[in-house]
């Protein structure tokens, strides 16, 4: 049994995607799509067409052969508000 790319499973779905259609195929939400691309960490590159966010298919299909990492690298926190010392 040959085992089919995800380029070949995705055939029939259009060659730009919505976030709502590119959440479908990856199980994450729109929401995780969008917080992705705010932040610039979003691992399949974006178009902006109009006010629509699309993600093109052959990109989505390639990241997702490629053993797509669903989390990308966490940003070290800055450092807060520093605390008040205790009086002696």
Do not use: F
Request: one cysteine or more.
């Amino acid at each position: 049994m040959q085992h089919k790319s995800m380029s070949e499973l995705l055939g029939d779905y259009p060659p730009l995607l919505s976030l709502s259609q590119a959440s479908k195929i990856t199980g994450l939400s729109p929401k995780t799509w969008r917080n992705w691309l705010t932040a610039g960490q979003c691992p399949v590159p974006a178009i902006r067409v109009g006010r629509a966010i699309r993600v093109k298919l052959h990109d989505l299909a390639e990241w997702i052969d490629a053993g797509g990492s669903l989390l990308p690298e966490r940003q070290k926190r800055k450092p807060g508000r520093p605390r008040k010392s205790p009086k002696a």
